[in-house]
């Protein structure tokens, strides 16, 4: 097979930027490039989203997109990952013949072999060259589908059959960071527990990525060192109910000398340590500490995101006393009110969720030593029956809260969920909206307080990149001098070439091909993008003497300055 080439386009959440970096390892290592342009594509894929109905509008109109393509290039091959695959399986292809191959979350280390299937049948297609003519290759799927359906949940034991989809997270291939393309690179994802056993009324995540699953943690261990080896000094653990993590060793299965992933046991709820602990059991304290002590190269360790039930103080102890795990917590409320919560099937109440985050506080609000906690939240409005006054006790724990910021979201009716089958959507689209917006105003305002409450201190921050100013005024830059091959960051470039040295002339646009971009006066100060260890965000200028880049993905002091707009304003100490 000739070299083919794959744009791989992702929606939805840091699980699904995962598995699409999996996956992209999985294919580039049999071959298939990549590019950033779908034009450019043999193939492309699509892994999606169903949380929100708006996630997947906009892969149907990408796939229409396709569509019109397909017909002058029937060799397209098109590839529907993900959520939406598994919700909508073959009815997908129906809707859609656009469409080659469909895989689901749970099967994405299948994908290779459908692929090059999927390749085959289309190149048989267009062999045919009265069915290109007519159009009718065009038409047709090379129809692939590697789908769960309903067997996700039909075991009950505890330990998971030979679970493939544990072979894709242990073949990840992980290569030394290339100290020129830093950004980015430093931070990387290790999934802890995949699924979810919570079945929130509005959401789909239960149905489409199955039964909660718990990685040995041997496997988390080794992949934390292998991305530690290789430069990276961020990691977060991801899981859906990352908190949820246990693994019985008692209960440990083998298949062909590999531990297999453990299905994850109904929490009791409301506990403060983990009831299990020290029975030969790796609980989500432990593995915090296990990771935090085994891997010291990686100066951050988070995880997102977090039940606000089933949190014990045995992790908050732990993080307390670790001083590489973040003050960083993403715990979703969805709503202030009880009778919602319940309707939601959340499993706690807002006294109870109120008397967590003074838990968390209690142990990890530490601003004396630069280490306040921060939080963030999610909240659905206008969920079905949801009144003025069930608002109201929203914006009242937004108050109480105090999150750093808030992922704020109208109820989408999601089919094949209980509120979809049971509730009628009846919040009015403009009540949702205007509730969307209030709650979002009340948040901006206590973002804003908690920004000038960080004036004057001091942090440590983890330098991400430049910021987007700056690579906002870098691209202008370019539209504007048309030619430019390089741009030269850093005053020390600025310093050291006169203008028109490389290419031996004054006039910038003379027409060289080697022509560089040398840093005007108000070029000098560079902008970088960088995080507190509780998630804020400081933007901080590089000294002119230095080269900016070398900064990105190293641990720097900052001063807080001022804070403006949501966003703070560092110097370097
Ligand atoms: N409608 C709106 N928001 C939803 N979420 C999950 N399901 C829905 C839905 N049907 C939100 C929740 C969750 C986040 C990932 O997405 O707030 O925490
Ligand atoms: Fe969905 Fe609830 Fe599970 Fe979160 S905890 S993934 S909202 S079912």
Request: aromatic letters at 6%; proline letters at 5%; hydrophobic letters at 35%.
């Amino acid at each position: 097979m000739s070299q083919r080439t794959v744009y791989l386009e992702t929606f939805g959440c840091q699980m699904n930027e995962l598995d699409s970096e999996l996956v992209a390892g999985q294919l580039r290592a049999l071959g298939y490039r990549f590019t950033p342009t779908p034009e450019a594509a043999d193939v492309v894929l699509f892994n999606t989203c169903s949380v929100r109905e708006r996630a997947e509008q906009k892969v149907w109109s990408r796939l229409g997109e396709l569509q019109l393509r397909k017909k002058v290039d029937p060799g397209l091959v098109v590839g529907v990952l993900g959520c939406m695959a598994e919700r909508d399986g073959v009815d997908l292809v129906r809707r859609m013949p656009v469409v080659d191959v469909l895989v689901g979350p749970g099967e994405l280390d299948k994908l290779p072999g459908l692929l090059d299937n999927a390749v085959r049948t289309r190149e048989s297609l267009i062999s045919d060259d009265e069915a290109v003519a007519s159009g009718k290759a065009a038409a047709k799927s090379a129809r692939q589908v590697a789908l769960q359906g309903n067997t996700s949940r039909r075991s009950a034991t505890l330990a998971a059959a030979q679970d493939s989809l544990e072979l894709l997270d242990l073949s990840r291939s992980v290569s030394p960071i290339d100290a020129d393309d830093r950004a980015g690179k430093r931070s990387a994802y290790v999934r802890i527990t995949r699924g979810c056993n919570k079945f929130c009324t509005y959401c789909v995540v239960p149905f489409t990525r199955g039964a909660e699953i718990h990685r040995p943690p041997e496997h988390i261990v080794d992949e934390c060192k292998k991305l530690a080896d290789a430069g990276v000094i961020e990691i977060t653990l991801l899981g859906q109910t990352v908190n949820h993590y246990r693994f019985e060793h008692g209960a440990a299965v083998s298949v062909d000398g590999i531990v297999q992933p453990q299905k994850g046991r109904a929490f009791a709820g409301g506990h403060r340590r983990d009831p299990l602990a020290g029975r030969n059991v790796t609980t989500f304290a432990d593995l915090l500490r296990r990771i935090h002590d085994e891997v010291p190269s990686v100066k951050r360790l988070r995880f997102v995101t977090s039940y606000p039930r089933d949190f014990g103080d045995d992790v908050l102890e732990v993080i307390r006393a670790h001083p590489r795990i973040c003050r960083y917590l993403h715990v979703p409320a969805q709503t202030g009110s009880d009778r919602m919560l319940q309707l939601m099937n959340r499993g706690y109440s807002v006294g109870e969720y109120l008397e967590f985050l003074d838990r968390c506080r209690h142990y990890l609000d530490q601003p004396e030593i630069g280490r306040p906690l921060m939080l963030s939240g999610d909240f659905i409005v206008g969920f079905p029956t949801e009144t003025d006054e069930d608002f109201d006790a929203t914006i009242d724990l937004l108050r109480k809260a105090r999150y750093k910021n808030s992922f704020i979201f109208k109820y989408s009716p999601r089919p094949g969920t209980i509120a979809f089958d049971k509730l009628a959507d009846d919040v009015p689209e403009a009540t949702k909206r205007r509730r969307n917006n209030l709650l979002l105003a009340e948040q901006t305002k206590i973002s804003d307080d908690i920004s000038k409450a960080q004036i004057g201190r001091e942090f440590e921050v983890l330098v991400e990149g430049l910021s987007r100013r700056e690579e906002k005024r870098r691209k202008r830059q370019i539209a504007t001098a048309p030619g430019l091959v390089s741009l030269t960051v850093g005053g020390r470039d600025a310093a050291d070439e006169a203008p028109g040295d490389a290419c031996g002339s004054d006039d910038h646009d003379c027409g060289c091909s080697t022509k560089v971009h040398v840093l005007s006066e108000s070029d000098a100060a560079v902008q970088l993008s960088a995080r507190t260890d509780s998630d804020l965000i400081v933007f901080v200028d590089a000294p002119v003497d230095r080269d900016p880049q070398s900064f990105v993905g190293t641990l720097q002091r900052v001063r807080i300055n001022t804070a403006t707009n949501l966003s703070l304003h560092g110097e370097m100490i």
